[in-house]
């Protein structure tokens, strides 16, 4: 059976969302660079993997999965007795499961759609040459702030944000916080005690020194 392969960038937060999970079980898998500033992504061969034409794409064997949350789960589930448990402690707990699946669509629903924003006017607009709208920035921090405030209530009582141990709640945050704390929204992370604490720990983990080098 063929092994595992992801179809992306490294520089695309979803695919380094998947390379973590990778890396956490610590897996052997083959890493296909896709184009996307040659629109790779968008032609018949990618579209196949993907056909909404977006990055990463994913095989396991004859599995072939896309979208970055969902391909999480399924290494976390797969391969749960490898590297490190990614699921809550007693993953048949519906209500510790549950906790973990209310964090994730935090993160997928309230974070990332306001961090992306921001990642985009601070890091991606100026690789291209063009100018960070400030206005934008302070509005998507302030957005941030919010989120990052019910984030430092959650972390008073817990060490990771779904429980006392780090799961995919955490891991999905990495990538988009990797690029945020290069530019002056950082402040946002380090003004909050414990939400400092948490980006320090998560970010210093081997699987994303791996990614964020």
Do not use: C
Not at 30 to 36: A, G, Q
Not at 115 to 140: I, N, P, R, Y
């Amino acid at each position: 059976m063929a092994g595992i392969k992801v179809f992306g960038h490294p520089a695309s937060a979803p695919t380094m969302r998947v390379l973590l999970a990778l890396h956490e079980k610590n897996l052997d898998f083959e890493f296909v660079h896709v184009d996307l500033m040659g629109g790779e992504h968008k032609k018949e061969a990618f579209l196949a993997r993907n056909p909404f034409g977006q990055v990463p794409a994913f095989e396991d064997g004859d599995l072939k999965l896309f979208e970055s949350r969902a391909i999480t789960q399924y290494i976390a589930h797969r391969y749960e007795g490898q590297g490190t448990n990614l699921l809550p402690a007693d993953s048949k707990n519906i209500a510790q499961y549950s906790i973990m699946a209310i964090g994730m669509q935090v993160e997928a629903h309230q974070f990332e759609p306001v961090a992306s924003k921001l990642v985009s006017e601070q890091v991606f607009k100026l690789k291209k040459g063009l100018t960070t709208d400030q206005a934008v920035v302070a509005e998507e921090e302030a957005k941030l702030a919010k989120v990052l405030d019910v984030y430092e209530a959650r972390l008073k009582e817990f060490k990771y944000l779904a429980g006392d141990t780090f799961t995919l709640t955490d891991l999905h945050h990495i990538p988009t916080i990797k690029y945020l704390l290069g530019t002056p929204t950082k402040k946002l992370f380090t003004e909050r005690p414990r939400v400092s604490e948490w980006v320090a720990e998560i970010t210093k983990r081997p699987a994303s020194q791996k990614i964020l080098q």
